[in-house]
């Protein structure tokens, strides 16, 4: 065994290469892992919805029906005077 890296109870292969490096760091289960993986989820999916309910706020079901009141009575209004 003394040409033959030891495996310190760790993934990572005796070369270190890229995907061993990527194994390790996905399957360890370490806090800074599992930490960095909620970090970046979290990036990756709230900045799109940060952006789409930016610009506007959203209604209540009874706003809605306020504002349909208000323009169907405008109508009517409106359409009751230009008959005469």
Do not use: C
């Not at 390790?24 to 806090?31: A, N, P, V």
């Not at 504002?67 to 359409?79: F, N, P, T, V, Y």
Request: glycine content about 10%; overall charge positive; proline content about 1%.
């Amino acid at each position: 065994m003394s040409s033959t890296a030891k495996n310190n109870g760790t993934n990572v292969g005796a070369e270190g290469g890229f995907m061993s490096k990527m194994d390790h760091f996905l399957y360890s289960g370490d806090k800074k892992h599992v930490a960095a993986g909620i970090a970046v989820l979290t990036v990756i999916f709230g900045i799109p919805w940060y952006f789409m309910n930016q610009e506007s706020k959203h209604q209540s079901h009874q706003d809605y029906l306020g504002k349909a009141d208000k323009a169907q009575s405008e109508r009517l209004s409106s359409g009751s005077s230009s008959a005469k």
